[in-house]
């Protein structure tokens, strides 16, 4: 009986000293982000579209480029407009300054018998993010929409110049 109760007792410990590591890792990779990058250029995230493919937003130079990772790099675009990327800057640090240590999950497993404290937190750390997504979305819709009105342009174009060939 004991015996199960020794292994019980390392795993716990062992769970507990896998997730200190981690919240340390944490902790001091946010307090040394700038040392070990280059700060000219920054990662401000990614999403993985499928198969070795993924979009990339990046700051450089003081401008913002969403970016098309796969068999080759291709610019989707670009933001250059100094207020707009101050702007953008600014919410991506808050949103980064404002998240918690501790996983969202851990939180909720820690928090699982009594009310969930952070519950008001969460409406506030979410109005953040959407409003980055909302503005990088609707960046990407005009540049969606830019790119079919040259579409329809150019097949606009196409019958005419084969009518004037012979």
Known sequence: MTSSWDMLWVLLVLLLMIGGIVMLLRFVGRRNRGWWVNRSLRSLGGLTLGANKSMQIVEWNNRIYVLG???????LESITDPEV???????????????????????????RGGANPGGSDAPKGGAEPNSFEQTLEKRLRELSERKQQVDRLLSDGKPADRTEEP
Do not use: C, F, M, T
């Open 85 to 111: 990327v101050a702007a953008l800057i600014a919410q991506y640090d808050h949103v980064e300054a404002s998240r918690p240590a501790v996983p969202p999950w851990l939180k909720q497993w820690l928090n």
């Open 69 to 75: 990772v796969g068999e080759n790099v291709q610019l």
